[in-house]
């Protein structure tokens, strides 16, 4: 009997408390990578359009990379059109081609992290709790918000470098850049930058899933701001100090507000679970139950009552055992 297929039968089964085998992890991530990749080719047929075209009231992406070069003073650049114009070099058949295709890969990029950032979550999101769900919007918002921003840094520390590195020997020589040489290093900028401020958000994620918990952060505050700035100098690709400093400061900022949100996060789960905890009446999961009491004999509540502590015998020795008198009264009463 042939067995018809089902789609469904490919996707990766989510148990209920979270856990996946290997296997099933390895189709989710393909499932969540083949999504990313078809957002980012349909946003990049829009990044080929745009290169040469204006959309949304703005310049074409090809004009708006090539900003920085073009601001600089006519002395600092060579003049390679006849009419003066602002542009660069090609020396290759397919350097214009290559370059337009590279332009538009890295706009699609820049406009499909929505997706690319909600595939991210939406992969670690079986490994959070119900509540901790509920973040994916914030997630995708705040991701996308802070891809841009870091890529909008960079291409304005990339101004300012080329306003020290390129007007520095202006006196004796002109400057003349490649075209592909110039897009990449523009480009490589604004990723760098767009990629260093997504680093809250890994923070966050990995306190969320409980990897990296607000002690260990705290423990390692010091070391993890010195490691932004010495980040900041290694993938710099201008070397001027400024963009180091800049960039630099900016991760240090980033870090210490994704260090305070995790202490707040987990003093707020804190309170949350004491008091439900005192309003249900019930133990924590991880605190030990009271061991049980043992039976007392009759009359050591009346003891315990008045003050007095009954006979008692050490262990591994017999109990002394007294007789009492019972008043005659009191045993006809119970007769």
């Given at each position: 009997?042939?067995?018809?297929?089902?789609?469904?039968?490919?996707?990766?089964?989510?148990?209920?408390?979270?856990?996946?085998?290997?296997?099933?992890?390895?189709?989710?991530?393909?499932?969540?990578?083949?999504?990313?990749?078809?957002?980012?080719?349909?946003?990049?047929?829009?990044?080929?359009?745009?290169?040469?075209?204006?959309?949304?009231?703005?310049?074409?992406?090809?004009?708006?990379?090539?900003?920085?070069?073009?601001?600089?003073?006519?002395?600092?650049?060579?003049?390679?059109?006849?009419?003066?114009?602002?542009?660069?070099?090609?020396?290759?058949?397919?350097?214009?081609?290559?370059?337009?295709?590279?332009?538009?890969?890295?706009?699609?990029?820049?406009?499909?992290?929505?997706?690319?950032?909600?595939?991210?979550?939406?992969?670690?999101?079986?490994?959070?709790?119900?509540?901790?769900?509920?973040?994916?919007?914030?997630?995708?918002?705040?991701?996308?918000?802070?891809?841009?921003?870091?890529?909008?840094?960079?291409?304005?520390?990339?101004?300012?470098?080329?306003?020290?590195?390129?007007?520095?020997?202006?006196?004796?020589?002109?400057?003349?850049?490649?075209?592909?040489?110039?897009?990449?290093?523009?480009?490589?900028?604004?990723?760098?930058?767009?990629?260093?401020?997504?680093?809250?958000?890994?923070?966050?994620?990995?306190?969320?899933?409980?990897?990296?918990?607000?002690?260990?952060?705290?423990?390692?505050?010091?070391?993890?701001?010195?490691?932004m700035f010495i980040v900041a100098a290694f993938i710099s690709q201008s070397g001027d100090p400024l963009t180091m400093l800049v960039l630099g400061l900016a991760l240090a900022v980033l870090l210490e507000l994704s260090i305070q949100f995790c202490r707040i996060r987990?003093?707020?789960?804190?309170?949350?679970?004491?008091?439900?905890?005192?309003?249900?009446?019930?133990?924590?999961?991880?605190?030990?139950?009271?061991?049980?009491?043992?039976?007392?004999?009759?009359?050591?509540?009346?003891?315990?009552?008045?003050?007095?502590?009954?006979?008692?015998?050490?262990?591994?020795?017999?109990?002394?055992?007294?007789?009492?008198?019972?008043?005659?009264?009191?045993?006809?009463?119970?007769?």
């Open positions: 009997m042939k067995i018809p297929f089902d789609p469904r039968r490919r996707r990766a089964v989510v148990n209920p408390d979270g856990t996946m085998s290997i296997v099933d992890h390895l189709y989710e991530l393909r499932t969540r990578i083949l999504w990313s990749l078809l957002a980012i080719v349909l946003a990049a047929v829009i990044g080929f359009f745009w290169y040469n075209h204006s959309m949304l009231g703005l310049r074409p992406s090809g004009e708006l990379l090539r900003g920085p070069y073009c601001e600089l003073p006519e002395s600092a650049r060579a003049e390679i059109t006849r009419t003066g114009e602002c542009r660069l070099l090609a020396t290759g058949v397919f350097d214009q081609f290559n370059l337009r295709v590279k332009v538009a890969f890295a706009t699609g990029v820049l406009l499909a992290c929505p997706v690319w950032l909600y595939q991210v979550w939406s992969f670690i999101v079986p490994a959070l709790h119900r509540k901790e769900k509920r973040y994916t919007l914030a997630f995708v918002t705040m991701g996308g918000v802070l891809f841009l921003s870091g890529a909008i840094l960079g291409y304005f520390m990339i101004a300012n470098a080329f306003r020290f590195l390129l007007t520095v020997g202006n006196e004796t020589q002109v400057t003349a850049l490649q075209g592909a040489d110039y897009f990449s290093f523009v480009l490589s900028v604004m990723a760098i930058f767009g990629v260093s401020f997504e680093l809250p958000l890994f923070i966050i994620a990995l306190n969320l899933v409980g990897v990296l918990p607000y002690a260990k952060l705290k423990k390692w505050r010091r070391g993890l701001l010195m490691s987990e003093k707020i789960k804190r309170r949350n679970a004491a008091g439900s905890d005192v309003f249900d009446g019930e133990l924590d999961d991880e605190a030990a139950s009271p061991t049980p009491s043992a039976p007392q004999p009759i009359g050591a509540s009346a003891g315990a009552s008045s003050g007095t502590v009954g006979n008692t015998a050490p262990i591994g020795q017999p109990e002394k055992v007294t007789r009492t008198s019972i008043p005659r009264s009191g045993f006809d009463d119970v007769l």
